[in-house]
């Protein structure tokens, strides 16, 4: 059971690419543990955590709509955002500059083997960072993701999540609104909720937060919540 996680930060890069990079180490880690299965000295089979900014786009997971995307293929192309259906769980959301997404590839067999739990442990990672900020993150029920002022008027989502797993091997992940634009939100239904706004830590605190600095915070945590080191 391997509990060391590589750490790697692709900075900007189109999603497109991105995805393909992810799907190589997933796929990599899918074979190994096929071929552990025969082996009499099995390898340990690795973990990632990926953060990236991807340049405007907006992908729709394996249960959204397309009603939900609410501008024609022709708009966004005019506006210079990407548009991919995808595979991982839940429906549309925007990636953009200002935003962390991360990319767990993790074996949860070297962990735990529970997709639920895992979602749950990544909620929890983003509740931990936002606390550094002052603020207080929290599930809401039947939606996945990290909220604030949950069952209130002024219900706001901060952090969007949407995994695919087989074998216990994850890809996707979640995306941290830091500095976005949000006004890019508004081309959709985010996460196909209608009746509830997206926000972030700079709309949230006023300022400028630095995307290092984010990144640094949602690391101790990951390594924190999930018992693991670099």
Known sequence: MNKKITLIDWELKDYKEAWEAQEALFQATIDQKTANRNAENPSPTPNYLIFVEH??????????????????????????????????????????????????????????????????????????????????????????????????????????????????????????????????FGYIVPCGIADKAVTSLKAELGREVPMEEVKQRITTHFLEVFAATL
């Open 55 to 184: 340049p405007h786009v907006l992908t729709l997971g394996k249960s959204g709509v397309m009603e939900h995307l609410l501008m024609s293929e022709e708009f966004l192309r005019a506006k210079h955002i990407s548009f991919y259906k995808v595979n991982r769980g839940g429906d549309i959301t925007y990636h953009g500059l200002g935003q962390v997404v991360g990319y767990p590839i993790l074996d949860l067999d070297n962990f735990f083997p529970d997709i639920h739990k895992y979602l749950r442990s990544l909620e929890e990672v983003i509740i931990l960072t936002l606390a550094d900020y002052g603020l207080k993150g929290e599930r809401s029920p039947g939606e996945t993701g990290v909220w604030l002022d949950v069952g209130t008027p002024k219900a706001r989502k901060i952090c969007a999540m949407g995994v695919r797993a087989s074998r216990w091997v994850t890809m996707h992940g979640f995306a941290l609104n830091v500095n976005t634009d949000l006004s890019y």
